[in-house]
């Protein structure tokens, strides 16, 4: 759905790092992006943030909203103590850095230039924020291309 995505509770502005929208579960994903170790405090907004999409977002058709909490380490007795009595599905994971992209990864995942070409497809109708962000999206990878490229492997 997107990146940044905004939500509005009692006249105050909130942003969701990432939101998406899981086709076969039928719900929400939130996921918040931390640089840092995990503390506990992340878990207290994560769960404000599931529980506004809940209220905001969903329909009766839709299951409950997953939170996901990406982080440097998750700590686990900390996050484990941080999460015991939240009822509402959430995870929390760590991520790695790479100095280069994997081998494995380098066919699969396009290249800056081949979705440069795929955006030149998109039809003019699409509203200008969407290319906007599209184009946002390549100078990013561009960007990572100079100094390095990250990789997320998130695990248990």
């Not at 994903?29 to 209220?55: C, H, M, Q, R, W």
């Not at 686990?76 to 015991?84: P, T």
Request: aromatic residues 10%; proline residues 4%.
């Amino acid at each position: 759905m997107g990146n940044q995505w905004h939500i509005e509770v009692e006249n105050e502005d909130f942003y969701i790092d990432l939101l998406f929208y899981h086709l076969k579960l039928r719900c929400f994903v939130v996921i918040d992006l931390k640089t840092g170790d995990f503390k506990p405090e992340y878990a207290g907004k994560l769960n404000f943030y599931i529980s506004a999409v809940d209220d905001l977002m969903k329909t009766e058709k839709d299951n409950p909203t997953i939170g996901l909490l990406l982080c440097r380490n998750k700590r686990g007795m900390i996050a484990e103590y941080s999460l015991r009595d939240i009822e509402k599905p959430i995870g929390v994971s760590e991520y790695k850095l790479f100095k280069n992209l994997p081998k494995e990864y380098e066919n699969i995942l396009p290249s800056a230039e081949d979705i440069e070409r795929r955006i030149g497809e998109i039809p003019l109708a699409l509203t200008l924020p969407a290319k906007r962000q599209a184009t946002n999206v390549i100078k990013s990878l561009k960007r990572h291309k100079k100094r390095k490229s990250v990789v997320h492997n998130i695990y248990d």
